[in-house]
Each structure stands twice: as structure tokens, then as C-alpha cells.
């Protein structure tokens, strides 16, 4: 699945952002979706993820209740709803296909990501 993200960019800390990801695959509305970070100087990890059909949701502990992710099959969208945003939620987000199985170290497909900066 080839997906493009876009929304990131600088604010305050305790301000929000609503990052997108667009989907070209017809396939979009079967996946379980997830978004991930890569910090600076950190490894990737996993921030959030959905059901393919939008009803079942999982967040790190460090964004629950700050952060909601959704899922628009009908537009093959995904978003992520950050509120409360603090600085060491700085980092490159990505949305990709969640497969639980692997770590996130093994995907092979990344796009391009957005750069969030968080500024207090």
C-alpha cells in the first residue's frame, strides 16, 4: 500500500496538530492501519492503530488520551487527532498497513512521513 503523509509542522506545546494519510490502495478498507514515530536519535515505534473497520483502537501509554486516531474508508484516509501536544512528541510520523506479528523493525515499506515539532 502506498501511502503519503501530510499535517506536521511546528507548535507550541499544548497545541494540536491533525495529521493525514492518503492510501492508493482499493485495499485500504480491509486493513487494520497504524501510525508510528521515529523520534530524533530514536528508533520507530508504534503510537497508534485501528481495525480495518474503524471499531477496534490501540495507543502507546504515552498518547493515551491526547492522541485519536480515525479512519475514512470511503476516502481510503487515515488521521491522527493530537491534542495536548508536548515536546517529546517531536518526531517524523508515518502511517503504514499494522502487522502485528512483525516488529517495526522488520517492515520493509515506509513513506515519506511528517515532521512534527513540538516547541515549549
Partial sequence: ???AESGGGSVQ???SLTLS?????ESFSRLTMAWFRQPPGKERELVAAIT??????????SVEGRFTISKENEKNMLYLQM????????AVYYCNVYYPEYNV???DSWGQGTQVTVVS
Fill in 13 to 15: 506545546a499544548g497545541g
Fill in 83 to 90: 491534542n495536548s501536544l508536548k515536546p517529546e512528541d517531536t
Fill in 1 to 3: 500500500v502506498q501511502v
Fill in 52 to 61: 480495518w473497520d474503524g471499531g477496534q483502537t490501540d495507543y502507546a501509554a
Fill in 105 to 107: 523493525h522488520e517492515y
Fill in 21 to 25: 494519510c492518503a492510501a492508493s490502495d
